[in-house]
Structures are given as structure tokens and as C-alpha cells.
């Protein structure tokens, strides 16, 4: 029988696509690093240079985050010690200097033609003081700004005020009537536009100091927390060390320990000191010195109308909601003098040394003396005896003291409370930044060192394995 050959396999049949050959899928940069890491993960060495990379980005951003937080904070004190707090007593000046130069001008008509030198003196210089003052404001404020728009509308208003009183005095030192109309426009146009457009300011101007209180005074939590996890976290490092290889110390990663518990602690404390300090200016010097402000804006607005109620002779009445008429500014003097009286009170609350308290208390009695002397001029003033009601509001008769004396007891004493809560303030606030002086570079710099020590620490132990 002849010999049969060899037989293939069964034959793919005629026509038939042949199978494709079996190529390795392909994987991408990600995956492949993924398993190299989860590969390194299961050796010492590999796990050591993970939990040395993960304990540098942590000091690294412990650092970094503290640095940031801290140096806004300390931006946001400056602010208060030396920008916004600052303009908003400029701010409160250039009001006091408005209204002080409409008493000034209504108490030098009152004298006729023998208006005295001080009080023009005084009339010019405040004048000088708010427009000096409103340049300040106008370099401070951001252009466009509602600030900005309103120190515009000022300095406008400014002149027109000044030509009215010129006019008053001219008119007055001649003995016509139309005088006391001139000055009567110039203090409607000082109350209804010049003097709420000045306190409109003194407002913002407020709400930008209490901003820059709110951003310099909360906790840094973020930087907190991420350096209690460093240090928790270079801490169970050296505990897994000294497991692995009975080993106490690891000069590397006890260096970084001390630089990161150096930098919380320096953060937890630095910044209780400036927030305490910062507390302590606000509460002991702004809320005082913006208590005193009012007190010395109502006083001054009151010594103008108790001024008018004598110019106008009571050509402005006003008709109470009981259907009783008053006379204008007399009504509005009472309403003032309860203001001051309610401020007065309150700066006495605020108070909280004897330097402070002294000033006031001597405001409160220079007070309630005016309220009496006033009580008497207008007595005589609704008698008729116009000149003897003259010489109680502007002096004259040696026997019988002006009230005139009274505002400026009430007027001398609160500059001195605002000197001395001004000095508070300032003390207090300077050393809320100071406590925060040096602390975001002086952390960055301790991170970094931790950092390094960290990556020392961990490579002093892989050196131990080549």
C-alpha cells in the first residue's frame, strides 16, 4: 500500500477573510503611571518616596496658604491704621469745618458791623481746613467712585456757599435787611446740600474702615487646618519609622516637625494678638471717636440754630404734627441738643480711663449751663427785648455770660476727647500689625526649610536600601 501524507489541519474555506493578528491593546501615559505607582507601592523604598512627596506638598501648601491669608490680613490692618481709618476722621473733619464756618459766619452777622477778627479768623480757617480736606479725600478715593462723585459735588457747592455769606456781610454791614435773607439761603444751602453730602461721606467712608475691620479680624482656618494635618502627618511618619527600624530619631523629619509646629504656632498666636489688638481699637477707638464726632457735629449745628433763631426773628416757623407753629431754628436747636445730650452719654459709656472720661464730663456740664443760658435768651427773645437776648447768645453784658461760652467749653473739651481716643486707636491698631509683622515671609521661609528636611529625613532612609 502506498505510504498516505501527511494532512494539515482543516482549510479555511474558499473565500474566507483569514483572522487578524492578536496585537497587545495599548495603554495610555496615565495608566502606565498609575501601575508604576501601585507597583513602587508595595515596596519599602517605593512607599518612603510617596509619603515623602506627600508630607513636601503638605508643608509646601501649609506654607503657602498661611503666607497668603496672613498677608491679606496684614494688608487689611494697614489699611485701618493708616488709610481708611484716617479718612474717615478727615471725612468727619471736613463736616465739622462746614458746619463750624456756618456758626461762625451766623455769629459774626449777629455782631453787625463790628464783627470781631477771631470770628472771621475762624469762619476763614475752617473754610481752608474743608477744602484742604477735600483734596485729601479726592486723592484717597477711587475715580468714579460714589466718594469721588460726592467730593466733586462739594467742591462745587463750596464756593457758591462762601459768595452768599460775602454777600450777607456786605449787605448786613450796611444795615439793609436783604442780609439776613442772603444769610438765611446760605445756611439752607449748607443744611440741605453741603452738610448731608459731607455726611455721606463720613458714612462710606465708615463702611470702608468696618470692611477692612472684617477682612484683617477672622481666624485663618485653611492655613489652621492644613498645618495640624502636616504636622500630623510628619508626626505619624517618624512613629511608622521608629516602628519599622527601632529608630527615635530621624534628624530630618524632626527638623521639618519643628518648622511646621513653629509656624502654626507663630500663626495661632500672632494673629490672636493682632485680632485682640484690632478688637481693642475698634471698641476703645473708633466707636468713642465716631461717638465724639456726632457729639461735636450736633453741638455745632445747634450753636447755628440757636445763631438763626436770632437773625430770622421768626421768619421760619415750622407746623408740629399737634398743628402747633415754632419757630424753625428753635425747634431744630432742641433737636440737636438731644442728640448731643444722647452722644455725650455715650462717649461717657465708652470711656474707659480717666484721660477719656475727664474731657467729656467736663462737655456734659459746659452743656447743661448752655441749656440754661439758652432757656433765659429765649425768654427775653419772646418778650421782645431783642438786645438783651443778643447779648446772652453773643455776649456783651459782663453780668450775664453767653451761651456763646457754653459751645465753646462743649466744643474745646471734645477736640480733647478726640486727641485722646485718636492716640487709643492708634496705639491699639499699631499693635495689632505689629503682631502680625514678618509672619507671611518668615512662613514661607520656615515651610520651605520643612520641606527640605522632610525630603532629607525620607532620603536619609532610602539611602539605607541601595
Known amino acids: 500500500m502506498p505510504a498516505v501524507p501527511p494532512q494539515s489541519g482543516p482549510t479555511a474555506p474558499r473565500g474566507a477573510t483569514p483572522p487578524p493578528d492578536a496585537t497587545p491593546e495599548r495603554r495610555t501615559a496615565w495608566a502606565e503611571g498609575v501601575d508604576r505607582l501601585r507597583t513602587a507601592a508595595t515596596t519599602e523604598p517605593g512607599r518612603l518616596r510617596i509619603i515623602g512627596a506627600v508630607l513636601a506638598l503638605l508643608v509646601v501648601a501649609f506654607g503657602t496658604v498661611t503666607a497668603w491669608q496672613m498677608t491679606e490680613r496684614s494688608a487689611a490692618a494697614d ?21 463750624d464756618a456756618n456758626t461762625a459766619a451766623s455769629s459774626g452777622f449777629l455782631a453787625g458791623g463790628q464783627e470781631t477778627k477771631a470770628s472771621r479768623d475762624r469762619y ?19 475715580p468714579g467712585s460714589p466718594s469721588a462723585k460726592t467730593i466733586t459735588e462739594l467742591n462745587k457747592l463750596l464756593p457758591e456757599y462762601k459768595g452768599l455769606i460775602e454777600r450777607a456781610r456786605a449787605n448786613n454791614r450796611q444795615g439793609f435787611p436783604l442780609g439776613g435773607a442772603y444769610l438765611r439761603y446760605a445756611n439752607e444751602k449748607m ?37 495640624v494635618l502636616a504636622l500630623g502627618g510628619l508626626v505619624w511618619a517618624q512613629r ?97 441738643m438731644k442728640s448731643l445730650t444722647k452722644n455725650l452719654a455715650a462717649a461717657a459709656d465708652l470711656s474707659d480711663d480717666q484721660a477719656g472720661a475727664q474731657p467729656v464730663k467736663a462737655a456734659t456740664g459746659n452743656m447743661k449751663v448752655w441749656k440754661l443760658r439758652h432757656k433765659a435768651a429765649s425768654k427775653a ?70 520641606a527640605a528636611g522632610a525630603l532629607l529625613g525620607i532620603g536619609r532612609r532610602l539611602s539605607e536600601y541601595r
Not at 79 to 99: E, G, T
Not at 245 to 257: D, E, F, H, I, P
Not at 286 to 307: F, M, P, Q, T, Y
Request: hydrophobic fraction near 40%.
Open 240 to 336: 511608622r519609622n521608629y516602628r519599622r527600624t527601632n529608630r527615635v530619631l530621624n534628624q530630618g523629619m524632626l527638623a521639618a516637625s519643628a518648622a511646621s509646629a513653629v509656624v502654626l504656632l507663630w500663626l495661632v498666636v500672632g494673629h490672636s494678638v493682632a485680632r485682640a489688638g484690632l478688637n481693642e481699637s475698634y471698641d476703645h477707638g473708633v466707636r468713642s471717636l465716631n461717638v465724639l464726632h456726632d457729639a461735636r457735629i450736633a453741638s455745632l449745628k445747634a450753636r447755628g440754630n440757636e445763631n438763626l433763631t436770632l437773625v430770622s426773628r421768626g421768619a421760619v416757623t415750622k407746623t408740629l404734627a399737634d398743628k402747633t407753629t415754632v419757630d424753625q431754628y428753635d425747634y431744630d436747636f432742641g433737636e440737636d
Open 381 to 450: 427773645n419772646e418778650d421782645g427785648e431783642y438786645q438783651d437776648a443778643l447779648e446772652l447768645v453773643i455776649g456783651g453784658d459782663p453780668k450775664n455770660p453767653p451761651t456763646g461760652e457754653c459751645f465753646d467749653g462743649v466744643d474745646k473739651n471734645l477736640a480733647l476727647a478726640l486727641t485722646h481716643e485718636e492716640s487709643e486707636f492708634k496705639q491699639a491698631a499699631g499693635d495689632g500689625l505689629d503682631a502680625m509683622t514678618g509672619l507671611p515671609v518668615g512662613a514661607a521661609i520656615l515651610a520651605v526649610l520643612a
Open 124 to 142: 476763614e480757617l475752617d473754610i481752608r481746613t474743608a477744602a484742604a480736606k477735600l483734596i485729601t479725600a479726592a486723592n484717597s478715593s477711587d
Open 191 to 227: 443744611q440741605q446740600e453741603m452738610l448731608p453730602k459731607a455726611q455721606d461721606l463720613y458714612q462710606r467712608e465708615n463702611q470702608r474702615l468696618n470692611a477692612d475691620y472684617a477682612d484683617a479680624k477672622p481666624y485663618p482656618w485653611a492655613a489652621i487646618a492644613l498645618g
Open 79 to 99: 489699611d485701618v491704621l493708616h488709610s481708611s481709618q484716617p479718612l474717615s476722621a478727615s471725612a468727619a473733619d471736613i463736616y465739622r469745618s462746614l458746619a
